[in-house]
């Protein structure tokens, strides 16, 4: 069953900073894997999503990189700001070798960027 | 175009009564996801739909949750005689075809059983 895990749980950085996201997962045969943002109360928001043949995807400020044979990605958001402030998720998905799993959702990396 | 839209988006109810949660998927969208994600807890997969095909029911918890998607488009989540284990913010998200593709998120509804 696949398992997905997310370090840290939460992170307070100053504003300005680079920093990483951790994910990782335990079953490699995987379809794909997306990144999400939440914010308080709404629902959630795709930053990035990369097939399993990508080994990384770029939006703006953010990188996401994918190494599936180890079973990890990496978030990383450049100078952040404060409006960065949110949850993180990562979740993936599957691969018709492991039975066509819907997505499966990490427990989210909670960051604040302190202005 | 519109995004993904949930109603309500604030449901509290009494222990044994039957709720119907509506999901709006992003027009032209052919699959639909409905996810719960409880305090504490991650998202939790419910049930699929893809085009005409039968649904994916593996991810719902208990035969008291049952969803339709009628005329490929809206999709209603309904639970029978709901449990305090029930309060959870339920997610319906939609994408262009399956689990290839980006997956949009409505804003949720927020269950809570008394």
């Known amino acids: 069953k696949q398992e997905v895990t997310q370090i840290p749980a939460a992170l307070s950085v100053p504003e300005g900073e680079n920093l990483v996201l951790n994910c990782s997962f335990t079953?490699?045969?995987?379809?794909?894997l997306q990144w999400f943002r939440q914010d308080p109360g709404k629902g959630l928001t795709s930053l990035l999503l990369?097939?399993?043949?990508?080994r990384e995807q770029t939006s703006g400020r953010l990188n996401a990189s994918l190494d599936k044979s180890s079973g990890r990605s990496t978030l990383y958001i450049a100078a952040s700001q404060p409006g960065d402030s949110a949850t993180y998720l990562c979740?993936?998905?599957?691969?018709?070798?492991?039975?066509?799993?819907?997505?499966?959702f990490g427990k989210g990396t909670r960051l604040s960027v302190i202005a | 175009g519109a995004g993904v839209s949930q109603s309500p988006s604030n449901k509290v109810t009494e222990k044994g009564k039957d709720v119907e949660l509506r999901c709006d998927p992003i027009?032209?969208?052919?699959?639909l996801y409905w996810y719960r994600q409880s305090l504490g807890q991650g998202l939790e997969f419910l049930i699929y739909?893809?085009?005409?095909?039968?649904?994916?029911k593996s991810g719902l918890p208990s035969d008291r949750f049952s969803a339709e998607r009628t005329g490929g488009s809206v999709s209603t989540l309904t639970i029978q005689r709901t449990q305090q284990e029930d309060s959870a913010v339920y997610l319906c998200?939609?994408?262009?075809?399956?689990?290839?593709?980006?997956?949009?998120f409505g804003p949720g509804t927020r269950l809570t059983v008394l």
């Open positions: 998200a939609s994408s262009y075809r399956e689990y290839t593709d980006t997956q949009y």
């Open positions: 079953d490699s045969a995987i379809y794909n």
């Open positions: 990369i097939q399993s043949s990508q």
């Open positions: 979740a993936v998905r599957g691969s018709e070798f492991s039975g066509n799993t819907p997505l499966v």
């Open positions: 027009s032209g969208h052919t699959a």
């Open positions: 739909f893809q085009g005409n095909s039968a649904p994916d």
